[in-house]
């Protein structure tokens, strides 16, 4: 549906430009979860104060953001400024540049949220429509346009999906009783948002402990259109027969293991539904390395905390996302969310980057990165 804007008297261009961008990035996110490898991008055409068409990337395969945008403008868009939350692709991939699209439309300038890291792009596509004649604007809601498409940025730049390590702790530390019961430390809001996160990310890693203690669903819950690939490594395969992440109707699942792991467990797997991979050896690195290559942005652990230790050793994990409940279980037995990594000083903590906390119901989240220096 197309939605009338009137540029109030007062609204200089820039803020106009912020809020037609804002609207790119919330037309983007209709797509949450479904684009990888492909970025989240979202585009409007404005001609004389008013939208004339809008368009996002729905998915890998599918045409780009302008694409959809050019189609629904028609012959508006000859003469229109549109704006794009990435820069317009100069390249021939899955489809056409749409650098030469916009030339051919006949649009007269083009307000970009953030340079394309993706090589094949970089600054090709905005020199491209400068060498056309076509007004560029570069930058506009940089930042947020940067924070929707982290995992794709990791992606491009690092050749490994963006690691998050999401826990929900007491406020004593703990991520279940010392018998491993867990069932719940956050409140409704904060499990919420959990899904939320679940239907923004292409995978969710848990290890066997989690399956046989917790037994999660690990999907979004009806939160968002999509649900993620769900993960689990286990070296030994010594796993229940029945758990709620065997269904796979709702959700497909993908046990990771190694070679010649427990046979007749494998196979009954494999009659549940459950794709089955053998490693030659398991570990965090190695599986990151197979979800990029099965072309994911983002993936979250939520895991125990000897799994998470040796993600975050292994450099698996770039960003720390810590449910904090007020809380106190106490047990000096109790699980707590990162095991053992061998730092015997206060010297060699791991210090997060960019954190922020934020009050969620009556619990808090503290997010933050590590430090790239810190793997
Ligand atoms: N500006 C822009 N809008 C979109 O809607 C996009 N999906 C992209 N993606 C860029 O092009 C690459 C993918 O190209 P194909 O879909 O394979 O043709 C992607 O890596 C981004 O660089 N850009
Ligand atoms: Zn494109």
Known sequence: MLTPVTVSSNM?????????????????????GRTSPNPLVGAVIVKDGEIVGEGFHPCAGEPHAEVFALR?????????????????????????PCSEALIAAGVSKVVVGMVDPNPLVAGGGIARLRAAGIEVLVGVEEAACRQLNEGFIYRILHKRPLGILKYAMTLDGKIATSSGHSAWITNQEARSEVHQLRAACD???????????????????????NNPLRVVMSRSLNLPENARIWEVAEAPTVVLTEVGSSPDFHKLLLEKGVEVLEFPSLTPEKVMTYLYERGFCSVLWECGGTLAASAIAQGAVQKILAFIAPKIIGGSHAPTPVGDLGFTTMTEALSLERVHWRVVGSDCLVEGYLSEKSH
Request: with cysteine.
């Open 12 to 32: 200089v261009g820039s803020e106009f430009d912020s809020l037609m961008m804002q609207r790119c990035l919330q037309l983007a996110r209709r797509a949450l």
């Open 72 to 96: 629904a403008a028609g012959e508006k868009s000859h003469g229109a400024t549109i704006y794009v939350s990435l820069e317009p692709c100069n390249h021939y991939g899955r489809t056409p």
């Open 203 to 225: 995978a969710v890693i848990v290890g066997g402990n989690t399956v046989r203690y917790d037994n999660p669903y690990l999907t979004s819950h009806q939160q968002g259109s």
